[in-house]
């Protein structure tokens, strides 16, 4: 949901001349605050998506806005615009990741542990890494480099008979009754699955694993390789759909790009989580609010009931999330309640001006893994 011209909001009310939410801010400016106006220069600056991933979802980096630029400029078919692309992904379920690069030795383990991981890598590459290990961090971000492109580079042919190999060797020991958890054996036979041959089934082995309980979020800067794999999420950004891919995917994967944009520094999976802060004044507000402009994220929670067409209703803990520009104050008194299935999670993004009530309410088809009824744009 957003103004984005791939995926502008559709406004479903005869009673408004305008039919998307472009349309309506493009003749209603003052809607954006001035601030929000003048910097992103009359154009609403985030999108906000609710996913459910069954099927993983591409091995893939979003690039700053000086490669953004420059991509959208020599592809504009397959990078539509010319804006960066941070993002948010908030688990409303338990929710399966991966997410920038795992330490070093984490990565050696798998090497010696997946021998058709090494043999994709070779050598040299591997030799390198193992090196870098007692060098400096230039060094070892040099090497990891040189690791993943002679993987992410590997001839298909040499990926398929490797990968065959590997996924045999596993579902054999597992008929057995063996545990194969230590080279994330039950992982890679559901990616194989989804995607047979594939080149991102092996990205598992560089790429930290992180499973997201309902709440926990994690912020993907550019440049930061990650992946989504299962669970229901919602997810804000800013208003850019490029997204640079090289596996688990049927869509364009662009893998020179992706290997030379990428931020090589290991980091611990602990570290690729972005915890939310909590209000002093509100006890039921926490707000997830990432280094940059485009937007900030609140999750208000009520514990409360209340009475609506006649019934008693219970809303414990019923989670709300609200979008709106970085550093700016949304108007509480305008804020209005999106109608959801007693229990369960409702999810809503707003602007901080209240001439978004004017905006009919959007429906989300019905999902018995999202949970989710109604969402109004405000």
Request: charged share 25%; with cysteine.
């Amino acid at each position: 949901m957003g103004a984005h011209p791939r995926g502008d909001a559709k406004i479903f009310d005869n009673h408004v001349s305008q039919k998307t939410l472009g349309q309506w801010i493009a003749e209603n400016q003052d809607c954006l605050g001035s601030k929000v106006k003048v910097a992103f220069k009359g154009k609403l600056p985030f999108l906000f998506k609710v996913l459910s991933v069954e099927t993983a979802l591409s091995i893939q980096a979003h690039p700053n806005k000086e490669l953004a630029e420059k991509l959208h400029f020599q592809a504009p078919q397959h990078y539509p615009d010319a804006n960066h692309k941070p993002e948010m992904a908030i688990a409303l379920t338990s929710f399966q990741g991966l997410c920038g690069f795992r330490p070093v030795e984490e990565i050696l383990t798998f090497l010696k542990k997946v021998p058709e991981f090494q043999l994709l890598i070779g050598d040299d590459a591997a030799t390198q890494l193992r090196q870098s290990v007692r060098s400096d961090p230039q060094m070892v971000t040099s090497a990891l480099r040189s690791c993943f492109s002679h993987l992410m580079k590997s001839e298909k042919k040499a990926v398929a008979e490797q990968l065959n190999v590997l996924v045999k060797r596993i579902s054999q020991q597992v008929s057995a009754g063996n545990n194969m958890d230590d080279i994330c054996g039950e992982l890679l036979l559901r990616l194989h699955q989804q995607y047979p041959g594939d080149i991102g089934c092996f990205a598992i082995y560089f790429l930290n694993l992180l499973i997201l309980k309902p709440g926990e979020a994690m912020f993907l800067e550019a440049s930061v390789p990650h992946a989504y794999l299962e669970g229901d999420c919602v997810e804000c950004m800013a208003c850019s759909d490029n997204t640079v891919r090289a596996g688990l995917t049927p869509k364009f994967i662009d893998v020179p790009t992706l290997c030379d944009m990428l931020n090589y520094t290991p980091t611990p999976s602990k570290d690729r989580l972005f915890p939310p802060s909590h209000s002093q004044e509100d006890p039921y507000l926490s707000i997830y609010d990432p280094p940059v402009p485009d937007f900030t994220v609140m999750k208000m929670e009520e514990r409360k009931k209340m009475k609506r067409k006649g019934l008693l209703e219970e809303t414990h803990s019923e989670g709300k999330l609200s979008a709106r520009p970085h550093g700016l104050q949304g108007d509480k008194r305008n804020s209005r309640e999106a109608e959801g299935a007693p229990g369960r999670a409702t999810w809503l993004v707003h602007q901080v001006m209240s001439s978004f009530q004017n905006i009919q309410t959007l429906k989300i088809p019905d999902t018995d893994t999202a949970q989710l009824a109604w969402v109004r744009l405000f």
